[in-house]
């Protein structure tokens, strides 16, 4: 697929080298500009859980050439819904056909593959990273270009900072000052924990239990429903990447199985979840601090596989503001729309952001326009990704009712799978997309290229040629992916 290449390229500074940070740099990069990432991190999280790879952004992926990581990644399209009983409640069926309309698999993987993916990207394309970099603050110059200024003194000037850095931004609060330097943010309190542990299937097989959720069909996602809690498990690969050619093309990779293991996520509501929430990514605590009332022994028995346990807290917060009043800093993925730990998509939004962010800024050809490309970004990204939140939130709250009236309606509702034919006639797969296609159906790069059709080309100083190249997915400044150096 060929790649536009903006006819101005600038120098962006990407605050955060998370999955958002490195999605942006590449994002950025294959379209021609040059990108600095700063991780304030001396490295990568050590300790991580797996992730769902939903159809919106399977097929991003797809278009960034990675068909063969995707290709050995676990799929589903099967989850089976239990009363923290463990009695079957029903389950959800996503139809293939169905799945290829939305345009990608449903996959699950490691969150620490797809963060060496982009490394790998970014890096191939140019991007410099730059780990233990801490900034303090960022200030315009005299010629208007944002300074950031770090820890240990040094700075560095770019066009534009993004900023990437996570769900307690330090960005976020530059951007959301007002002119006395306080920041203007609303937050709401609907706080939540998640404990992840990821263990090898083979550990599970000795309990009778837990087996039947390893031997279930291939990527089957299982949700266990309680009082304000509930937790999910799933199935997932670990990769490896193997060098392929000679030692010097590091980035020309394949990808083998390393076997397989099992993610669960035990997600607890206000009540039960812990205020201590200093750490940004997540802290290690010990199992015996989770407490397990009304869940059923078996999710005690699969926590107790290890000592300790991945925590997560979320805090529920609305950004008002995207882009600073300079128009030279804009926020994205957690940083911009802070979402639950390990929720469908938490990775896919960040993605898109990229993509969208990427895309408008390919179509750069004058340094006026950057602050309209970034209100288009904020435009495009802040509707869509409320939306998703609000999704996931509610699917929160469905899977977590207390007892009464709400909770044996679902129940009801949830029972009349078990007894449903599994063919599907064209009306029934036609109700299933008519529920699944704003979310999985939405395509980041054709959005960002409607947006760029509908209001990009309103300035009147864009030039014939851009016109002319208005359905157009290249201009005469365009490389291929695959002539990326190191493109894996």
Not at 165 to 179: H, L, P, Q, T, Y
């Amino acid at each position: 697929m060929s790649v536009r290449q903006a006819p101005l390229s600038i120098t962006f500074a990407v605050v955060g080298g998370g999955i958002g940070g490195l999605a942006c740099a590449y994002s950025l990069a294959r379209h021609g500009h040059t990108v600095h990432v700063f991780e304030r991190d001396k490295a990568k999280p050590q300790r991580s859980g797996g992730i769902r790879v939903p159809p919106n952004l399977t097929k991003l992926l797809l278009e960034w050439g990675l068909d063969q990581e995707l290709e050995m990644a676990m799929k589903t399209r099967r989850s089976d819904f239990y009363h923290y009983t463990d009695e079957h409640q029903g389950y959800l069926l996503w139809q293939l056909d169905v799945l290829r309309e939305a345009g990608g698999d449903f996959c699950t993987m490691h969150w620490d593959e797809l963060y060496q993916i982009l490394y790998r990207l970014s890096t191939s394309a140019g991007t410099k990273i730059t780990f233990g970099a801490t900034v303090t603050s960022v200030a315009p110059n005299d010629n208007d270009r944002p300074v950031l200024t770090f820890a240990d003194g040094s700075t560095f000037t770019a066009d534009v900072v993004v900023g990437a850095d996570g769900s307690k931004s330090m960005m976020r609060e530059i951007v959301n000052a007002d002119s006395f330097g306080e920041p203007k943010l609303g937050c709401s309190e609907s706080d939540m924990t998640v404990y992840t542990i990821v263990v090898p299937s083979e550990k599970l097989m000795d309990d009778p239990d837990l087996r039947k959720r390893v031997d279930s069909p291939k990527g089957q996602f299982t949700l266990w429903m309680s009082d304000r809690k509930w937790l999910i498990g799933y199935p997932i690969v670990r990769l490896i990447f193997c060098l392929r050619g000679c030692v010097a093309q590091v980035t020309n990779q394949l990808v083998q199985r390393k076997g397989n293991e099992y993610c669960v996520h035990a997600n607890w509501h206000a009540e039960y979840a812990e205020r201590d929430d200093t750490r940004e990514w997540g802290e290690i605590v010990p199992t015996s601090s989770i407490d397990f009332t009304g869940c059923h022994p078996m999710m005690t028995r699969v926590f107790s596989l290890s000592p300790d346990v991945l925590r997560s807290n979320y805090r529920e917060t609305h950004v008002e503001d995207w882009v600073d009043d300079t128009g030279r800093i804009v926020l994205v993925a957690e940083a911009a729309h802070p979402t639950i730990p390990f929720t469908i998509h938490g990775q896919s939004l960040a993605v898109e952001d990229a993509v969208v962010l990427g895309t408008l800024f390919s179509r750069l050809s004058r340094w006026d326009q950057i602050p309209q490309l970034l209100d288009g970004f904020q435009d495009l990204r802040q509707e869509r990704c409320h939306y998703v939140h609000a999704s996931e939130v509610s699917t929160a709250s469905v899977l977590s009712m207390p007892p009464g009236e709400a909770r044996d309606k679902r129940d009801v509702d949830l029972n009349v799978s078990l007894a449903q034919d599994e063919h599907w006639d064209e009306g029934k797969l036609l109700g299933q997309w008519e529920v699944i296609a704003a979310v999985f159906g939405y395509n980041a790069r054709e959005a960002a290229e409607d947006w760029w059709i509908k209001w990009g080309l309103l300035d009147h100083r864009v030039s014939i040629f851009d016109v002319m190249n208005l359905g157009m997915h290249t201009t005469s400044h365009e490389v291929h992916d695959s002539d990326m150096d190191g493109r894996p």
